[in-house]
């Protein structure tokens, strides 16, 4: 009997073990093939130009992360290979990833081709926990289909419903710095947190309605929009270096680190703050339709309308309740407040650094503002139509945006086989795309590229007149839906800034002349490292 019982139990342990064996040496020699021999032996784009002092497994993955910058080694290769479509480099595991990286290829790829190409997965382990998969995340017909109900929201006509909010928010700024600054009319103030507070607050009322109080009262750190933002996008490091191993290998849920368990907190925050704004509008917006009366956010106070409010509008209006759904609307909340509120702070806090090292043109900017306001009396503020006419301040900001686009790079990666500018890229092969390769390229903008220089825009010549030159939104079908919102949202608050007071260097910012400030790597944003500050004087003083 116990002879029967143990050749009955023996074949299927042996056959679990062989199977199990099969299992791990098809799996190693399969990964022994893709790391080691087909990036270097086998693959199509082995011979495309690139670095080669590659890292047998780590490529050029590590090497990234330790730079003093997040861009500087992509803008490295692109010196280095300017005529190339694309750079090719490898990454984590000698994954090929390819640098786009002229004019052309950029065109092929978000214009030509851009429904061939998709955003990989590792984009939304990137940044997708933060923003939600929305519209940013959406592909094909689906993406067509919301885009189209989106842009409604962002007509000149809706965006007119909007820009009320950019100027009354401004205007609290500076009273709040007029009452925080010290006898002799100054207040030192680190831009990155400031400019990233106003922004939050900017988006609270843009976006949702919502006064999110960034500048005043108790934050509870648990629950504030603002609490886990600042725990997302600024994180202590080893949460950052758990953030950037995520995107290459999703480990997110098996690391039981405070470091970690922080970072799922702050965005589950996130999410249970929209769902409730989320589900509240639809209520209270339900309920003045029934009454008759128009609807307004009770943190708008009258002053404009927001996109939340717009939207359900747009569900009921449109019927969208299939395309809009609550889920939906919660989503495209959390991609409109993340897309658009960390992307003008760090802009904002550029510009705080420009203006604070180049007093020629702030004393330009500040003239041509002068000048406008001199047609208005008694605090009476011109409309976003007139300051969107001022030449210099527009070429400022467009300059600001060309030489720092806040984002460091977007990925991504085509559905099928295909070849872009003579060049064979297999379905799948990641495409990297770095905003400062592409806005800094000498060829396209002569040997001063990395000047800051606003007169440039005056008057664009060749290929800078393109569209793909500066990518700062982006181009083609996937361009930034926000692009013309950002811009209003960044003029009326330089306006106001400009007209209250003079931004002065720190005495650290001034020792560095017109030097960049080192910059935070690992990170999403171009950012100054650990902040930038700068002095803030009434001009009265
Ligand atoms: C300076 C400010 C901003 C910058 C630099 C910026 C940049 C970008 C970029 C580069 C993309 C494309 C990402 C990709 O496809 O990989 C994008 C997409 C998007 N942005 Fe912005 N953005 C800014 C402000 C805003 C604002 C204020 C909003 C909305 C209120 C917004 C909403 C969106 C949306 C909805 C998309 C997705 C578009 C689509 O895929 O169809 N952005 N933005």
Partial sequence: ???????????????????????????????????????????PMRHLPGPKDNHPFFGQFLK??????????HLKWHHTWPDAPFVRYLGLGNEETLLINTLEAHREVLQTHCYSFVKPEV???FVGEISGRGLLFIEGDQHKRLRRAMSALFTPRALARIAPIFLHSAEELTAYFHRNVDGQGRIVIDSVDMFSKVALDIAGKTVMGINMNNFGGEEDPEKSFRASYRRLLQPPLLSAIISFINTAVPVRKFI??????????????????TRKEVDQRIVDYDRAIEQGKPFQSAGLEGIGMDLLTM??????????????????LVEQSLTFLAGGHETAATTLSWSAYILATRPHMQDKLRAEILHLMSKYQGGERPGTAEIDKLQYLDNFIKECLRRFPPIVNTF???IEDITICNTFIPKGTLLYLSFSVANRSKDVWGPDADEFRPERWENLKGEAASPYAVETFLNGPRMCLGRVF???????????????????PTPELAALGEEIPPLENPSITVTPKGGLKVVLERLDQ
Avoid at 21 to 39: E, M, T
Wanted: aromatic share 14%; charged share 25%; hydrophobic share 50%.
């Fill in 64 to 73: 990234i992360f330790l730079q003093p910058s997040p861009i500087g080694l």
């Fill in 412 to 414: 991504r990666e085509p």
């Fill in 256 to 273: 039981p680190l405070e470091a970690n368990l922080g970072f799922i907190r702050a965005t589950k925050n996130l999410w249970k703050l």
């Fill in 1 to 43: 009997d116990k002879f029967i019982f143990q050749s009955d139990e023996l074949p299927i342990v042996d056959i679990l073990r062989y199977f199990a064996l099969c299992f791990f040496v098809q799996y190693g020699a399969f990964k022994f093939y893709r790391i080691v021999i087909y990036p270097h032996f086998v693959s």
């Fill in 311 to 328: 939207m359900v509008e747009e569900r009921n209006k449109e019927k969208l309740q299939d395309l809009l759904t609550e889920h939906e």
């Fill in 486 to 504: 950002a811009m209003m949202e960044l003029k009326a608050v330089l306006m106001e800034l400009l007209l209250s007071f003079r931004i002065l």
């Fill in 123 to 125: 984009l939304y382990r």
